[in-house]
């Protein structure tokens, strides 16, 4: 099992930043492609962005593009996301996710594990 624990959530206005911390413990990191995803109140959860295990790749949503930025580091265990000019419709609960498959191929039903969630809401 591996455990992902979710922090750095908050409320911001609209055009602020954020930065989302995923600490993960249980099983080694560096095998797993990491990711996050979001799901806003009546939606389904939707893929963010997700990098691979040596972060040589980065894959990210058209609608985040430009503006979210994910990184990692194996030495201490976490995945992060940086959100700048955070826009209402980002507003969500974001997950952090570990996938044992290929980062670019990340999508829910591949995730083996996890986080709890961090609530963002951004106001206009």
């Known amino acids: 099992q591996m455990q992902l624990v979710e922090s750095g959530g908050g409320l911001v206005q609209a055009g602020g930043s954020l930065r989302l911390s995923c600490a993960a413990s249980?099983?080694?990191?560096?095998?797993?492609?990491m990711g996050w995803f979001r799901q806003a109140p009546g939606k389904e959860r939707e893929f963010v962005a997700a990098?691979?295990?040596?972060?040589?790749?980065?894959y990210y949503a058209d609608s985040v593009k430009g503006r979210f930025t994910i990184s990692r580091d194996n030495a201490k265990n976490t995945v992060y996301l940086q959100m700048n000019s955070l826009k209402p419709e980002d507003t969500a609960a974001y997950y952090c996710a570990a996938d044992g498959t290929a980062a670019q191929r990340m999508r829910v039903a591949s995730v083996d594990y996890w986080g709890q969630g961090t609530q963002v809401t951004v106001s206009s």
């Open positions: 249980g099983r080694t990191f560096s095998y797993y492609a």
């Open positions: 990098i691979s295990w040596n972060s040589g790749s980065t």
